[in-house]
């Protein structure tokens, strides 16, 4: 009877671990490039805070030292990586993610500088023991995870007479696949290009494209069996085969101006784009009929114009900012507003989507807010101001990086503050 009662204990004991390992792991999510692991903006995870109006997540460390920059963090494990600036240079900072106590730093160079805000745009790729990141200058570069050295880098401009449509410095995020690191330089010679990721060698060039670079980051899909990069560029969007470069389908979009930004949106053969200044948002449905791909416009029109605070895809809806509206709900297969809401106090920005709920972050003051990601209309479950915002002055003072949420934590930057909620319950 006793070895029985212990079996029980035993048999309980084990089951109780594996609950929580299992709860751990549930929740355990890194973050590991720009707008997490599938660039879709999107987290999942259980016992996860999401509604503040119950109880606000807790400050858990906050890092002083990043300098300026637009950098998101990248998130893998117990490690943090982030680039910003540091006196003349631009810089790379690796954190403790638990702490935020420094591990390293490396500089990469003179600083970018731009009146909009100087230092780094886009967000660095975690991929193994290497870092991918494109600074403002057009400078691309892959570093050692463990001590931030260069491996090697390439030069968009330099090297391959790159092109902006505008002035406010490359803010791509590089994408990693496979064994390539995809990027944008936007040059006469293509728009897109493909580096091994391990010695930086150009592997292909998409020679047949040859628009100037928006402010965009790439997607990986695959349609029809063919596995392709999708990305906006200052006329339009694309297709480009992974395999070779080769231009598989390309649509350019009437109204592109200024500044196209925001990361495409991919589901069931359909590529879902929008941009700001009034350009609005296109469907495109792309299909294959023997070797050709051919492109129609499921819908066009002006009830997204998202300008840089992204969009996401949270079942068949599309949530973001439009300018003309506020906060919109949109349904993805027809283009029609489900609703739009305008409140001063959460005002445009950026946001993602952790689980049913979105996080919006307003670029004035910072200010977090939970709203439900539903169709029905807009629900609010709490919202959180910043514990302090940053004294370094721009041109306009805006809070312009996008929040992230890995593993059970919230991390939210203005230029050189880094703060660290826990977000798990």
């Known amino acids: 009877m006793k070895k029985k009662a212990n079996n029980k204990i035993k048999l309980s004991l084990l089951f109780l671990?594996?609950?929580?390992?299992?709860a751990m792991e549930s929740n355990a999510q890194d973050w590991s490039q720009w707008r997490g692991q599938n660039r879709e903006g999107i987290v999942k995870g259980s016992n996860l805070n999401l509604n503040w109006l119950e109880k606000k997540p807790a400050l858990i460390w906050v890092?002083?030292?990043a300098g300026t920059g637009y950098s998101s963090p990248a998130v893998v494990g117990s490690m943090l990586y982030l680039s910003g600036s540091e006196d003349d240079n631009d810089v790379v900072f690796a954190l403790d993610a638990q702490t935020g106590n420094l591990k390293w730093k490396q500089n990469l160079g003179e600083r970018y500088v731009q009146d909009r805000?100087?230092?780094?745009?886009?967000?660095?790729t975690v991929d193994g023991d290497k870092l991918y990141l494109i600074r403002g200058g057009g400078q691309i570069h892959c570093l050692s995870a463990k001590d931030g050295k260069t491996l090697w880098k390439k030069d968009f401009v330099a090297d391959f007479d790159g092109k902006m449509m505008s002035q406010w410095g490359y803010s791509e995020s590089p994408l990693v696949d496979g064994n390539l690191v995809i990027g944008t330089p936007g040059s006469e010679q293509g728009t897109l290009m493909a580096f091994d990721k391990n010695t930086g060698e150009v592997v292909w060039v998409c020679k047949e494209w040859t628009d100037q670079a928006g402010y965009s980051s790439p997607i990986v899909v695959e349609i029809d069996g063919v596995r392709q990069y999708v990305q906006q560029s200052a006329k339009g969007v694309a297709g480009v085969a992974a395999k070779d470069g080769k231009l598989l389908w390309k649509v350019e979009v009437e109204g592109y101006r200024v500044a196209v930004i925001p990361t495409p949106i991919f589901k069931d053969n359909i590529v879902y784009v929008t941009a700001g200044y009034n350009a609005g948002c296109h469907a495109i449905r792309v299909t294959?009929?023997?070797?050709?791909?051919n492109t129609e416009i499921v819908y066009a029109n002006k009830n997204m114009a998202n300008h840089h605070g992204g969009v996401v895809l949270v079942n068949d809806h599309i949530y973001g900012f439009s300018d003309a509206s506020g906060w919109v709900c949109q349904n993805f297969m027809t283009g029609e507003i489900a609703w739009r809401q305008r409140i001063r106090e959460v005002g445009k920005g950026a946001l993602l989507a952790v689980n049913d709920r979105l996080i919006l972050q307003d670029e004035r003051t910072g200010l977090l807010s939970v709203v439900e990601a539903s169709p029905n209309g807009w629900k609010e479950f709490g919202r959180m101001p910043l514990p302090e915002q940053s004294k370094l002055e721009t041109m306009d003072n805006m809070i312009w990086v996008h929040p992230v949420v890995a593993n059970?934590?919230?991390?939210v930057r203005d230029h050189d503050l880094l703060f660290c909620f826990l977000i798990e319950k």
């Open 17 to 22: 671990v594996v609950m929580m390992i299992s």
């Open 63 to 65: 890092f002083r030292e």
């Open 117 to 124: 805000g100087d230092g780094p745009r886009g967000t660095i």
């Open 288 to 293: 294959k009929t023997g070797d050709t791909f």
């Open 408 to 411: 059970g934590k919230l991390y």
